[in-house]
């Protein structure tokens, strides 16, 4: 069943034309791409990370601004915060198959504190709350495209469900302050993205397979390899919650590709684009790794007027350039 939604015509310039912004997590992949995005529209950014899977380099270009503050600190611990504070963008959390499995505590305690403490700081300074949830609430997913009304299919028990189930408890905890403390909230369901900064080491695919090839190692491919992902550039992504963060929409959105291939085409995609004469190898599929996973996003186009912009080869393009650099940088060091 096609779910429709009602169009609104929207300025793209909605967003308050000066803000306070606390983003936690702002040292990681997609918190420092949100940190200079806002601060190019203006904004006053103050960082917070305790850099566990961010780091200092990702954010380094950016200390020097005026406009621009960086706290180390735990989010699962008490958030203090001088000043005002008009939107809270809660981005902290492991993201990775690989850091969430090896921090699979820290990961459930900041879906759980981390967001019950910045929804704190979000209802003590009377600002807007973004929450940054994930495709991975969809679990195994029986249905494709996912739409935001699907609820899942997600092993509450399984070596994934730290991470799952923390975005999945999130949702609930943010919407249960919406309706019970007033908390002017937006929820944005991330799917696939990818781009410069990325850490090599991080186990997501795009990552994994540039890396692999780079070098002429052997590219890892799990299961038969016909299991899809549809991918979205990181640039279109931190529009797309740009828009979200000054639209009156309160249940979730789905921002992602809606654009779908297999982890087959994929590594031979980067292997034509690198020419590397890396092969492919194929290994067991890792538990619960979902078969298919692509966004319905009629949503955020109806209402956000919002689509991904940059095509695949182009995107793959530029991040192999960044892995190239740090490639090089490392050699040199």
């Not at 936690?24 to 940190?35: D, I, K, Y």
Request: with cysteine; charged share 25%; net charge positive.
């Amino acid at each position: 069943m096609r779910i429709c939604y009602i169009k609104i015509k929207r300025d793209v310039n909605f967003v308050k034309a000066f803000m306070r912004i606390l983003v936690t997590g702002g040292a990681g992949f997609l918190g420092s791409h949100l940190c200079e995005y806002l601060l190019g529209k203006e904004h006053e950014v103050v960082c917070l990370d305790n850099l566990i899977t961010g780091t200092i380099e990702n954010i380094a270009h950016l200390r020097d601004r005026g406009n621009f503050h960086f706290i180390k600190h735990d989010v699962t611990e008490y958030i203090s915060v001088d000043g005002a504070v008009d939107y809270v963008l809660h981005f902290a959390s492991p993201a990775s198959p690989i850091d969430y499995m090896q921090l699979p505590i820290q990961t459930l305690k900041v879906g759980g504190l981390g967001t019950h403490k910045a929804l704190g700081v979000a209802k003590a300074k009377k600002a807007k709350f973004l929450l940054a949830s994930t495709s991975e609430v969809y679990g195994d997913p029986l249905v494709n495209p996912q739409v935001e009304e699907y609820w899942g299919n997600v092993n509450p028990i399984g070596p994934r469900s730290c991470y799952d189930e923390s975005k999945r408890f999130a949702e609930a905890l943010s919407m249960a302050y919406r309706r019970h403390h007033g908390i002017d909230t937006r929820i944005v369901r991330i799917f696939n993205t990818y781009g410069p900064r990325m850490r090599r080491d991080d186990g997501r695919v795009i990552p994994t397979f540039i890396n692999q090839a780079l070098k002429g190692k052997e590219m890892t491919v799990f299961g038969d390899g016909k299991q899809t992902r549809s991918f979205c550039y990181v640039s279109d992504l931190i529009e797309g919650i740009y828009r979200l963060m000054g639209a009156q929409i309160h249940t979730p959105v789905n921002l992602g590709s809606p654009s779908e291939m297999t982890m087959a085409e994929l590594a031979q995609k980067i292997i034509e684009l690198t020419g590397s004469k890396s092969k492919t190898v194929y290994k067991p599929l890792p538990q619960d790794d979902p078969k298919k996973r692509r966004p319905d996003i009629s949503k955020a186009r109806e209402l956000l007027g919002w689509e991904p912009r940059v095509e695949l080869e182009e995107g793959l393009e530029r991040t192999i350039e960044y892995f190239k650099g740090v490639r090089k940088s490392q050699i040199n060091v």
